[in-house]
Structures are given as C-alpha cells and as structure tokens.
C-alpha cells in the first residue's frame, strides 16, 4: 500500500464517521497540518502515527505475508 492509498482511506473514513481533520486532531493528538497532510498525499507518516490514526478511525493496519515473497 503506497501513501496515496493511505490517504485516500484515512479521508474516507473520516468523512464516513463525520470528522472534521480538527476533531481528528483533537482525538489523535496529530497535528490538523499532519492529517491534511497524510490525506492529500503530502505527507509519510509513521508507523506510531498511523496506528493512532487507525485506531480512532476504527481502521487495522493488515499485512499480507503471502504478498511479501513477491
């Protein structure tokens, strides 16, 4: 998963639940600027981020081991 994919998600979940970026922020403990970042594909965000991100958003970071030998 590239980090367009990982902001497209994140968005759509957030409008999905009715967030604002601000009250996203307010609940991560993220920046706005890192969230609007991340989003629009700006941004890298860290493993330690994405896991707060994910776990407010209701969202599991899932990896494939099948899809690694590839």
């Known amino acids: ?3 367009e994919q990982i ?3 994140i968005k759509k979940r957030r409008d999905f639940l009715s967030l604002k970026q601000e009250d ?3 609940m991560t403990g993220i920046t706005s600027k890192t ?7 700006k941004g890298n965000p860290s493993i330690d981020t994405l ?3 994910m776990e407010v958003l ?3 970071i899932v ?4 899809k690694m030998g590839e």
């Open 1 to 3: 998963m590239n980090k």
């Open 7 to 9: 902001g497209h998600i």
């Open 24 to 26: 996203l922020s307010e």
């Open 35 to 41: 969230i609007y970042l991340i989003e629009n594909c």
């Open 51 to 53: 896991q707060k991100l």
């Open 58 to 60: 209701g969202l599991e």
């Open 63 to 66: 990896i494939d081991i099948k």
